[in-house]
């Protein structure tokens, strides 16, 4: 998505997403479960909806805590399907609510999402679909694939000559570290 380091600087909301999260490696639960959701979100619509409505999102599904979320009922389905200020699609609000209640399994057995990922790398892009298929649902290849890079696991989120990049660069992601130091950091 290198087109992204072109037009996000100096934008209100691509801007700080591009220059400060985009592409750098990520550990925590939390942040990890929301950068998730939020590419769950986004199928179909453009990055930007997203980003706006971000904070309501976070505030309307309790920060993305996966254990509050994952006791989700009807009731807070109902709740978040009349908050104009999120993306009121059932199917995206229930795969979320369903992923969480995964992930919390999932984090069970490897200590964590980061210690999961971090198991499974390397991996090709396909691979990591068909894993993630498996694993989670609403899983689509450029879901996979904007999150993995998201958080560092993939490479493409900026060009060389971004100055983001060489800040990425310099925490050595995944993607650079075929040893894959985020996997002694997270077990």
Same mark, same amino acid.
């Given at each position: 998505m ?13 801007g700080?997403y591009h ?7 990520l550990?925590?639960e939390t ?8 590419e769950?979100?986004q199928?179909?619509?453009?990055w930007?909806?997203?980003l ?6 976070v505030?309307a599904?309790?920060?993305?805590v996966?254990a =509050? ?5 009807? !009731?807070?389905? $109902?709740? /978040?399907m ?20 995964r992930?919390?399994?999932l ?9 999961w ?25 450029e ?5 993995l890079m998201s958080?560092?696991v993939?490479?493409?989120?900026? =060009?060389?000559?971004?100055p983001?990049? !060489?800040?990425? $660069?310099? /925490?050595?992601p ?5 040893e894959c130091?985020m ?5």
């Open positions: 290198s087109w992204y380091c072109d037009v996000a600087p100096g934008h209100p909301f691509h700080p220059d400060g999260e985009y592409g750098f490696p550990t925590d942040l990890l479960f929301e950068r998730l959701s939020l769950i979100m199928a179909g619509l453009s930007l909806i997203v706006k409505k971000r904070p309501a999102m505030a599904f309790d920060g993305f996966p =509050r979320v994952a006791a989700y009922g009807e !009731a807070d389905v $109902a709740r /978040l009349a908050d104009a200020g999120i993306i009121r699609n059932r199917r995206k609000i229930l795969s979320i609510i369903e992923n969480a209640g992930l919390q399994e984090s069970g057995r490897h200590g964590s999402f980061a210690a990922i971090a198991a499974h790398h390397p991996r090709a892009k396909e691979e990591w679909v068909r894993l993630f298929r498996r694993t989670f649902v609403f899983m689509g290849g879901i996979v694939n904007e999150f958080i560092g993939l490479p493409g989120a900026h =060009r060389p000559d971004c983001a990049f !060489a800040r990425i $660069a310099a /925490l050595v995944p993607w650079m570290d075929p130091k996997a002694r950091s997270v077990l």
